[in-house]
């Protein structure tokens, strides 16, 4: 009796010890099987990286570099430069326009080439509110900058002026209080570039004109996209008005191209790297030219 006790006895506890296993693993499963995708358990990884870091030791930093020599100027010139990755013609691009004094102004920031680090600006303006316009990334990092989005508002820094001139990005009225397009224009080293980021406008009005006054240098869009109110017509128009000595693209098409520079009679067309240009320069200018920044 006493034997077939002690072996009942031992039966449970094998039972007993069996269930606490199967239940042990039953929840491990729970907690470490993957999802579907295979997100969850990277979750909990990254998750126990980042309560681990904030308890046991120091936050590292990002860690990046400023490029100090894409956009060194010393050539007592200013220097109007794309500054785009490397790509097809056709793409949105940006430029950097830096005074004889270095200072640096950065128009349109998007898909930036960071080959040699970040770039380092004084100046960042961006004439419409959209992800080919406008990097808050870049906004961040140079924290210094005095950042003018989308804003029709007049304000120096160091020894350069911007002024943005209200616009409408579609045939719609402009509104001068928010604006949904601004034209930007800079005053550098005694010359009068202007921004055309998106203009949706058939032509300048009078008001515009006014607020522009002369213009020695144009960049704007020779591309044409009637659903984004992006019209080759414009841009012909807009340069006509404005009559500059230099005309730049800052997002190009052949035929929109072709359409534009018939219209505004240019006939020879340049392409190079940068821009070198101060008064004297213009002064030797006959008819209006036209560059394709690389």
């Known amino acids: 009796m006493k034997r077939n ?9 094998i039972v007993f010890a069996s269930s606490l296993q199967a239940c042990s693993q039953g929840n491990n499963e729970t907690q470490y099987k993957p999802s579907g995708n295979g997100t969850e358990s990277n979750t909990s990884t990254s998750k126990a990286t980042s309560s681990a870091a904030t308890n046991g030791s120091k936050t590292k930093k990002a860690e990046f570099k400023w490029d100090t020599d894409t956009l060194n100027n010393t050539s007592g010139k200013t220097l109007i430069k794309c500054i785009t990755t490397p790509m097809p013609k056709g793409n949105h691009m940006s430029f950097a326009i830096v005074s ?3 200072t640096v ?22 004439s419409f509110i959209n992800h080919d316009h406008t990097d808050s990334s870049f906004i961040r990092v140079n924290s210094q900058a005095r950042v003018s989005v989308q804003k029709a508002e007049s304000f120096t820094a160091k020894d350069v002026k911007v002024t943005g001139v209200a616009a409408s990005q579609s045939t719609a009225p402009i509104d001068p209080v928010s604006p949904t397009e601004v034209i930007y224009l800079y005053e550098v080293d005694g010359l009068r570039i202007v921004y055309m980021g998106a203009l949706g406008q058939d032509e300048l009005t009078k008001e ?7 213009v020695d240098i144009f960049i704007g869009h020779f591309n044409h996209a009637p659903a984004w109110n992006i019209k080759k017509e414009t841009t012909a128009k807009v340069i006509q008005q ?37 008064l004297n320069d213009l002064k030797d200018i006959k008819e209006m030219q036209y560059y394709y920044l690389q």
């Open 105 to 126: 102004i950065i128009a349109e920031p998007n898909k930036l080439n960071y080959t040699n680090g970040v770039f380092r600006a004084d100046v960042i303006t961006s």
């Open 208 to 214: 515009q004109l006014e607020q522009l006054g002369k």
């Open 100 to 102: 004889s004094k270095g």
């Open 242 to 278: 404005l009559q500059p000595h230099i005309v730049l693209a800052s997002e190009y098409s052949p035929e929109p191209a072709d359409f534009i520079l018939k219209e505004v009679g240019i006939k020879e067309r340049k392409e190079q790297e940068q821009l070198l240009v101060d």
């Open 5 to 13: 006790s002690l072996l009942i006895k031992i039966c449970l506890l």
